[in-house]
Structures are given as structure tokens and as C-alpha cells.
């Protein structure tokens, strides 16, 4: 996957609406016996060049994840608004990792909010959905290289 075809860009089509109102992110990875690794992400951030996303994971709990990413690139991260279901999934490649801008902040908190309108609109109690919080995150940025529908249904697993 990593150098395979060209950097996509992050339109309506790729269903930027739900990177930006998600409510939870699943980050994927893979050691060198294809060994996979999944932990969560937090405050996605499509930067201006709308090929490239930052988003956080959490230090301690990601600590495989970074390995991975460091020893291979290549990622899929899973963005899913849990009051629809509508879900999307974006494969790339891993570029940095570092500490958190101010805009990472924002974007972290502003999941934490969308997360917080979900639990309450499924019921789930504030203090449940909180211990999933990552605190001790970490930045990572990756290049989308691919696209596609998660979304359950007839569509699910085509690309966008």
C-alpha cells in the first residue's frame, strides 16, 4: 500500500462530514509477521492540503501502533459516527508523530463534545464513555491513499 498509487483528496465523496462529526476511531496497523494492532484515535483534523489528516492516539495504550508505524507506514483508520452508523474507511501512510498543537486540542475536544451527544442519545452514562478518553495522546499525521464505504450495507467495502 504505501507508495502505491497517489495521495487522495479529502472531498464530500470520501465523506469528510463524518471525519469532522465522528464519535469514534479505530487506528490499524500491522508488525512485520502481519500481526495486526488496533487502538483508538482521537481529534481528526483534515489540514489544508486536504490529503493529509492529524489526529491523536493515546501514548501509552498506542505504544505497539507507533512501532508499527515507524517499521512500516501503513495505516487504516475507521471513522464512525455511532448515532447513524455511517462509517468510512482511509488507508495511507504514516508521516510523523509529535506533541499536539493548539489545533490538535481543538479537535480533541471538539470529538470529546460529538461523543458526549452520542452517549447521551444512546444512553450511555458520561463516565463510561469517558474511560475510552486517551490521556496521554499522542499526534500522528498520515497521508490518504485510499478510500472507503464502511457504512453497513449494500455498499459496505466499496470504494469512494
Known amino acids: ?40 484515535g482521537w481529534g481528526p483534523s483534515i489540514l489544508p492540503d486536504r490529503r493529509t489528516i492529524d489526529l491523536c492516539i493515546s501514548l501509552s495504550a498506542g505504544a505497539k501502533t507507533l512501532e508499527n508505524l515507524r517499521d ?14 455511517k462509517t468510512v474507511q482511509l488507508k495511507g501512510r504514516f508521516l510523523e508523530s509529535g506533541d499536539l498543537t493548539p489545533q490538535d ?5 471538539r470529538q470529546k463534545n460529538v461523543l458526549t451527544e452520542q452517549a447521551k442519545q444512546h444512553g450511555i452514562p458520561l463516565e463510561i464513555g469517558f474511560r ?19 457504512t453497513p450495507g449494500p455498499g459496505a467495502g466499496s470504494a469512494l
Open 72 to 85: 512500516h507506514e501503513e495505516i487504516a483508520v475507521t471513522f464512525h459516527q455511532t448515532v447513524n452508523y
Open 1 to 40: 500500500m504505501a507508495g502505491s498509487s497517489p495521495f487522495l483528496e479529502i472531498s464530500d465523496r470520501i465523506r469528510a462530514h463524518i471525519i469532522a462529526d465522528t464519535g469514534t476511531i479505530l487506528v490499524g496497523t500491522r508488525d512485520a509477521q502481519l500481526t495486526p494492532e488496533i487502538t483508538r
Open 105 to 109: 486540542w481543538e479537535s480533541f475536544e
Open 132 to 150: 475510552i478518553l486517551a490521556l496521554d495522546p499522542v499526534r500522528i499525521r498520515f497521508a490518504v491513499q485510499q478510500a472507503f464505504e464502511q
